[in-house]
């Protein structure tokens, strides 16, 4: 199931990687690894229309170590008012003849006020593990943060759908509560 749900984020490896100090609002990086491995990604931190925008767009060729090359960003926008919006989507192709691109989109929408903060989540998956596998998953999840002495309580609820060809998966629900402390 977690190859399913999987951000295709890249993972962690050995590598060397430059940062480029922020021009204005922009920032680059670049990156090159074992196996003619390399990727680039470029980001986007500002205010606009009284609200904070957070943007970044990658790529990474990782065809000789892994098999597959990708694209993939994120997008969050915090408006004034406390509500915020992120849209993130990653692509990979895989080498392998026969093999579907797989393909992620997130959705969140949240609201905070006060020490109080809420939020909705949607996720869906096409081919992430395997050619007409399917995944979704949604949640809402809220948060009571305490200041003074460092304490975040909070409970979430999360569903998972699988499906794939010729299997019948269950579908599973995760719901969490708990505190966090900060020192």
Wanted: aromatic share 14%; glycine share 14%; charged share 20%.
């Amino acid at each position: 199931m977690g190859v399913a749900f999987n951000s295709l984020d890249g993972g962690r490896i050995d590598l060397i990687r430059y940062d480029s100090p922020a021009l204005g609002p922009f920032k680059v990086g670049i990156y090159s690894a074992n196996d003619e491995e390399w990727g680039a990604t470029g980001y986007l931190n500002t205010s606009l229309a009284g609200g904070k925008l957070r943007a970044q767009l990658g790529y990474q060729d990782e065809d000789n170590r892994s098999g597959f090359s990708g694209i993939g960003g994120s997008a969050s926008f915090l408006f004034s008012q406390g509500t915020a919006l992120t849209f993130g989507f990653s692509n990979r192709d895989f080498v392998a003849a026969g093999r579907d691109d797989a393909t992620i989109l997130y959705f969140k929408l949240g609201h905070k006020w006060g020490n109080n903060a809420v939020a909705i989540d949607y996720f869906n998956g096409e081919d992430t593990s395997g050619n007409g596998h399917e995944s979704d998953a949604y949640g809402i999840a809220f948060v009571h943060t305490i200041p003074k002495p460092g304490v975040e309580l909070y409970a979430s609820y999360k569903h998972y759908e699988l499906d794939e060809p010729g299997v019948s998966n269950e579908d599973v629900d995760i719901g969490l509560i708990g505190a966090r402390v900060k020192f």
